[in-house]
């Protein structure tokens, strides 16, 4: 059973950059494909992007292109997601997920990230 | 983008009673839909894939149903640890997008 295990609570200012991390244990990482999803607060769910096996690429929503790093360490099994330029509209928590099939069958328990001034 | 609409944003059931919410895709997704749970203050929790097969473990009074456009989940007989909110999500291309959840309650 795959399980995600992400990093703690975050607090940064506006401007600033952010790395959240999810540590997969349970399956051989480099078969797996991470996703991040979003959560405002009281909102639904926001897709930001992820790995696609049938392009064997990262593909990102449009809105988090050029500010969003998705990166991964297969060595210690963990995938990382910085994003950059913070502003109050970023305050959400932060989901990563294993999607390979294009659903989302395994979730980390969340990061909340909060951006105040 | 495929935009997925999903009713109603909110409902209130008696234990024991079947409930259905429903997905509207702006385009044909195929069978290409997942439903997923979500209590409060937890992650969401994958139930449904390809519109209609249900995930292992997942208790048989839930269920789904549809193609092309137009899709149903169902819980049969409602159970309390069904409180919870309900979302959509098509995967038939990039971007995955989510419908807008439902909150089921107990009435």
């Known amino acids: 059973q795959v399980q995600l295990v992400q990093s703690g609570v975050e607090v940064k200012k506006p401007g600033a950059s952010v790395k959240v991390s999810c540590q997969v244990s349970?399956?051989?990482?480099?078969?797996?494909?991470i996703h991040w999803v979003r959560q405002a607060p009281g909102k639904g769910l926001e897709w930001m992007g992820g790995f696609h096996p049938e392009e064997f690429e990262t593909v990102f929503a449009q809105k988090f292109q050029d500010r969003v790093v998705m990166t991964e360490d297969t060595s210690t099994g963990t995938a990382y997601m910085e994003l950059q330029r913070l502003t109050v509209e970023d305050t959400a928590v932060y989901f990563c997920?294993?999607?390979?099939?294009?659903?989302?069958?395994?979730w980390g328990q969340g990061t909340l990230v909060t951006v105040t001034s | 983008d495929i935009q997925m609409t999903q009713s109603p944003s909110s409902l209130s059931a008696s234990i024991g009673d079947r409930v259905t919410i429903t997905c509207q895709a702006s385009?044909?997704?195929?069978?290409?839909i997942t439903w997923y749970q979500q209590q409060p203050g937890k992650a969401p929790k994958f139930l449904i894939y390809?519109?209609?097969n249900l995930e292992a473990g997942v208790p048989s009074r839930f269920s789904g149903s549809g193609s092309g456009t137009h899709f149903n989940f169902t819980i049969n007989s409602l159970q309390p640890e069904d409180i919870a909110t309900y979302y959509c999500q098509q995967y038939e291309n990039v971007p995955r997008t989510f419908g807008g959840g439902t909150k089921v309650d107990i009435k």
């Open positions: 349970g399956h051989a990482f480099h078969e797996l494909s």
């Open positions: 385009q044909d997704i195929n069978h290409y």
């Open positions: 390809d519109a209609s």
């Open positions: 997920a294993t999607g390979g099939q294009g659903y989302l069958d395994s």
